[in-house]
């Protein structure tokens, strides 16, 4: 088995950061993306910047239209995005905020698990994260372990393992670290955040808003680790 | 809750059978079927007409190009689909076979999943069947338990759910039938055989080769039933 891994690059500095992580434990890095009728395809061209900037051997965009099935301000353009303040990422209620998109990290690791199987990979990487965005239940430890529980009974190369060393690992180095250890931790490996793109509505010259949660979360984790904000601000 | 099921529909005997079998339980029906890269585009016309046929409330078609990662005969045009033995469905050492492709029900799932969850919808049901094709992994009873346990940790719905009853469950009525079986099921339920189509390899008229291990085990079970055989081989 080859030391190959896919890892999960959306242009942002979360995903930034695990492939920074993927590559400094040595892998051999395949970066996939999703062009799933977001709004802001110019995540896209941040990724792509990313993948080359980090070392990725391979980067596959492939086009899925979630927005096919509707339900979220993310691919959903008759939804706002919300502009919450700065302590409530997640709404008052502690409710599932409206960015959240149906099943998107269970659609985009069984297409990571597609192409793993054809690179006879066994580690899948996401930047999934359950402290500030505790908000969605595809971002938690317990659905990442049920994941590669169902994985390893999905795949030829899962069958065919000879032992437990060969099972498929779904590596999610960020699921506990604060926005600020993230942000820590990738400018350690060398990642340049200035290449990343956060914000859920960026204007045309891909600077961010500064306003929508996701702006202001990545804003106060270079606030809190003492590190000037690159982000370009519209 | 809605009583409506999200059901994956190919254009094949097994899933004809099992959208039959969804109605015929009382489910307002959404048909799902994919343009996956593979060679038999004429599966998708069947699905469509049988959708209609069994009175799906709708029918998507969502692309999805799984040939980007290679790996399997029925996407990759280079490799060449296998005439097996009648008896031989998978090849002799018991290994999988060639027609895989990389984790495509779990791929197909996550999507039904991603609908599932916007039409409020707790049921997904698959043609799976562990039988006749049980060098697949993905379509084994222990697959799809697993699946249905990281589809309940998912998903807002599931998050939200105030009992057991309101569990996403993934429904394989065919699982443990023989093609025999099947058929029988599905000419009770009123199905027109003749709308759907099995062969990996049709000509352009959507007639069936008659040769691959698709067409074999689909007349086997014909035969096996005593029923006529509907399909049109060229």
Redesign the interface.
Known sequence: MSQAAVVLVSGGLDSATTLAIARDRGFDCYALSFAYGQRHQLELEAASQVAQHLGALAH?V?????S????SALTDASLAVPEAALDAPVDEAGA?PVT????????F???A???A??LQARHIFIGANAVDYSGY??C?P??LQ??E???N????A???AQDASERLQIEAPLVAMTKAEIIQTGLQLGVDFALTLSCYQPDLHAQACGRCDSCRIRHQGFVACGVKDPTRYA
Do not use: Q
């Open positions: 596959r492939m086009p899925i239209d979630l096919m099935f509707g339900g599932i959240y998109v149906p099943a998107r990290n269970t659609v690791l069984s297409l698990l597609a192409w199987e054809t239940p595809d938690r317990e659905f049920a994941f529980d169902m994985a009974l999905a795949t030829k899962a069958v065919e």
